[in-house]
């Protein structure tokens, strides 16, 4: 049974850090698209990083401040997060598509990701 769980959410202060887990078990998350979306209260649903067989990429709203990577020895998935805004306060899902083996660049549309954690919460403060 494929799963995803994060970890790592809470609340810091403007130009804080936190880094976030994604703990995959039931398959290999090595060999799909793994990526990382957040909701803010009252908004769509949106990508902020992805993580393929040989590209990672982010989102404008993270790029310089966001750094996505993963250890396959361990199935885990992570996002450390830097120099955070109030802006950046959202629920942050891990995502994983299972439907495609060894993609090299990854689609940051929701649409292609079937499975997904519940969730850990950011809130930064001004």
Known sequence: Q?????????SVQAGGSLRLSCAAS????????????RQ????DREGVATIGGGLITYADSGKGRFTSSRDNAKNMLYL?????????????YCAAD???AGTWLCD??????NDWGQGTQVTVSS
Request: proline residues 4%; glycine residues 10%.
């Open 40 to 43: 803010a209260p009252g908004k």
């Open 80 to 92: 450390q997060m830097n120099s955070l805004k109030p802006e950046d306060t959202a629920m942050y």
């Open 98 to 100: 299972t439907t495609r």
């Open 26 to 37: 039931g398959f290999t998350a090595s060999r799909f698209c793994m990526a990382w979306f």
């Open 108 to 113: 940051m549309k929701l649409s292609m990701y």
């Open 2 to 10: 494929e799963q995803l769980v994060e970890s790592g959410g809470g």
